[in-house]
């Protein structure tokens, strides 16, 4: 894991925020070279799929040629949701780290577990990266988001 990859995700939120979206962010690495940068884009495109793993994924494969991301690393701020989770057993990414947990929609923990699943044919490795001080800035500009928006 690379902690300046988690940062970048996290400005990707920030910009996110910024635009009136979601603050989520996402970055896709190969071979130590970030090779996707993405934040939601749901309000922008007014669709309920431009989520930063989406977008993302999206990228990656356009970068590579191929939507088989087999070798790759995801960095996301929030624990991705359902729809999230499918695409990347779907991708084949690696491996995803995230910051935050995703106590309403989140789909490899909090509150179901579309990546652990036996019967999936590809295997995502998920990391939950402890790191209070970045966790309490992601959980911060997500309640100033919620709140501003009630």
């Known amino acids: 894991m690379n902690i300046k990859y988690l940062d970048i995700a996290l400005e990707e939120a920030n910009k ?12 896709i690495v190969k071979n130590n070279e970030i ?3 993405q934040h939601n884009l749901k309000e922008k495109y007014n669709c309920s799929t431009r989520h930063a793993e989406l977008l993302a994924i999206e990228q990656a494969s356009s970068v590579l040629n191929d939507w088989r991301l087999n070798d790759c690393e995801m960095y996301i701020t929030m624990e991705p949701c359902i729809m999230c989770s499918g695409a990347l057993i779907q991708s084949r990414i690696k491996r995803v780290y995230y910051l935050v947990d995703n106590q309403k929609f989140g789909g490899v923990g909090s509150t179901k577990e579309i990546l652990d699943k ?5 295997h995502v490795e998920i990391i939950k990266i402890d790191d209070k001080n970045r966790e309490n ?3 911060e500009i997500l309640k100033k988001f919620f709140s501003d928006k009630r």
């Open 118 to 122: 036996d019967q999936n044919n590809h």
């Open 137 to 139: 800035q992601m959980s």
């Open 16 to 27: 996110a925020y910024n635009e009136g979206e979601i603050p989520i962010g996402a970055v």
């Open 35 to 37: 090779i996707a940068q």
